[in-house]
């Protein structure tokens, strides 16, 4: 699988699946590598060409704890891949958190990559909300261990209707958030990343096209952090996706995100 080094030192591994016009697609705090593309939105393998990537620090990427990170730092690392590759002109599909982050970053600073920008469970400015339930969730992995967190974070992402039906499922080693057991300073770096973040200024001056998801159960990043974004962006198109929560879960909501999103790919 193709990596590559970062001035630092830090090795980035990256993944190519299926063929088409180029994605980058970024998750939250995990990845869509090692076999996870079933996370992916469904058809979006079989007709694009999707760029994946493990942040530093997750799975076969390395970190230099000595870099002091940022939001830019993981956007770097994006940008670098897709230098590497010779790509321009990229849809970038923030899917959650940071990636959507990172995707906003990259389109602020690297606008010749940047075709179209996605977010769903965005944010683009810390409020003092957000920034104590990203703070409570490290200290929960950090004072009760992994699986504690895993629990909490799961009770918060995912609809009431999805959680009772999987629970079973959702919680244990293969569940979600399984990168980040035994990575406790890899956690850190994504909330001092996230919590320093703040670029609604500079989005107003992003002309990229942009659609924006809102999700009305969304108790992290719903439509109070999702609607600014939309709200900044000269060129965002903003959509209510009904029912979803933190993550798009289940057929019918993935089924309808993905019917939206290439919808919107067809226009740009």
Known sequence: MPELKRPDGAVIHYEIVGEGDPVLCLGGWGTFCHGNSGGLPFGLA????????????????????????????YADDAIAVLDALGLKNVHLLGMVGIGACVCQQIAIMRPDLART???????????????????????IHRDAGWATFQRLVCAYSFSADYYNANADRLIGPQGPWRELQGKIETHARFIDAS??????????????????????????????TTKPIEEALPNA???????????????????????????FYAQH
């Open 237 to 263: 198109t903003g959509f209510v996706m009904e029912g979803a929560a933190h993550v798009l879960a289940g057929k019918d909501q993935r089924s309808r995100f993905s019917q939206r999103l290439f919808e």
């Open 117 to 139: 920008l996605v977010n769903t469970g965005a944010w683009a400015t810390m409020d003092p909300l957000l920034a104590d339930q990203l703070r409570l969730f490290l200290d």
């Open 195 to 224: 919590i320093d973040y703040d670029v609604i200024e500079d989005l107003k001056r992003v002309q990229t096209p942009a659609l924006i998801m809102h999700a009305p159960l969304d108790t992290i990043t719903g439509p109070r």
């Open 46 to 73: 079989d007709h694009y060409q999707v760029i994946l990537m493990d942040y530093r620090g997750i799975a076969e990427s390395t970190d230099n704890p000595e870099t002091p990170i940022s939001m830019r730092v």
